[in-house]
């Protein structure tokens, strides 16, 4: 059954703790993409990825790392530099960068 | 960065009447992609528009471009209660190839 994975759906956290969440994919694709939503908001994008062993920033990447060393794989790391992680958290992937994305059904981040 | 702005934010209907939203965007594009997003769910593409492409269809959805304008609508006709959602659009590649980034959506209510 191909896809996108999100995992976990909820995932709660201490301040000042580093969190990852995970996001895999078997698609085959290229690209794969970070993005965090707000309450009433559009997506924000992190981090981006346009092929294995490479990424680039986002528009909000400051207290977010990432990593790509697999071509199905994409672990967002929020780490406590970030000063308001409390978010919905969605990952996506295309088969090349500007092309249709499938996305994840997201992880809700609770930082308390 | 290059994202789309959504316009109208939120808009009411009733079931049976035609839904339309509009995207203007800023730089050069390759393509120009519509999402829908249920509460709380991952985004889900809809359709994508080439820059070369004017006009194009999907069952419901009838989507234009104008690059002259920068700009780009999204029909959806007879709407049904189903299609409450949020829609975003995504300009694609470009001056911004790489990205793929989203504005703040259209809320769109259809009421029974």
């Known amino acids: 059954d191909g896809g996108i994975t999100q995992s976990p759906k909820y995932l709660f956290r201490k301040e000042g703790q580093n969190v990852t969440l995970s996001c895999e994919q078997n698609?085959?694709?290229?690209?794969m993409y970070w993005y965090r939503q707000d309450p009433g908001q559009g997506l924000r994008l992190i981090y981006y990825?346009?092929?294995?062993?490479?990424?680039q920033k986002g528009d909000i990447a400051e207290g977010y790392s990432v990593s790509r060393e697999k071509k199905e794989s994409f672990p967002l790391t929020v780490t406590s530099a970030q000063k308001n992680p409390t978010a919905f958290y969605l990952c996506?992937?295309?088969?090349?960068?500007?092309?249709?994305?499938?996305f994840g059904q997201g992880t809700r981040l609770t930082v308390v | 960065s290059q994202q789309g702005e959504e316009d109208p934010q939120a808009l009411s209907i009733q079931e049976g009447e035609n839904a339309t939203m509009n995207c203007s965007y800023k730089t050069s594009i390759n393509n120009l992609q519509w999402y829908r997003q249920n509460s709380g769910r991952g985004l889900v593409h809809l359709i994508l528009i080439r820059s070369n492409e004017r006009e194009k269809h999907s069952g419901r959805l009838r989507v234009t471009l104008d690059t002259s304008k920068k700009s780009s609508s999204l029909l959806i006709t007879a709407s049904r209660a189903a299609d409450t959602a949020s829609y975003f659009c995504?300009?694609?590649?470009?001056?911004?190839?790489?990205?793929?980034?989203f504005g703040q959506g259209t809320i769109l209510t259809v009421h029974p």
């Open positions: 995504a300009p694609a590649g470009g001056t911004s190839y790489g990205k793929l980034t």
């Open positions: 698609l085959n694709h290229d690209a």
């Open positions: 990825s346009q092929i294995v062993n490479d990424f």
């Open positions: 996506a992937s295309g088969q090349a960068v500007g092309t249709e994305a499938f």
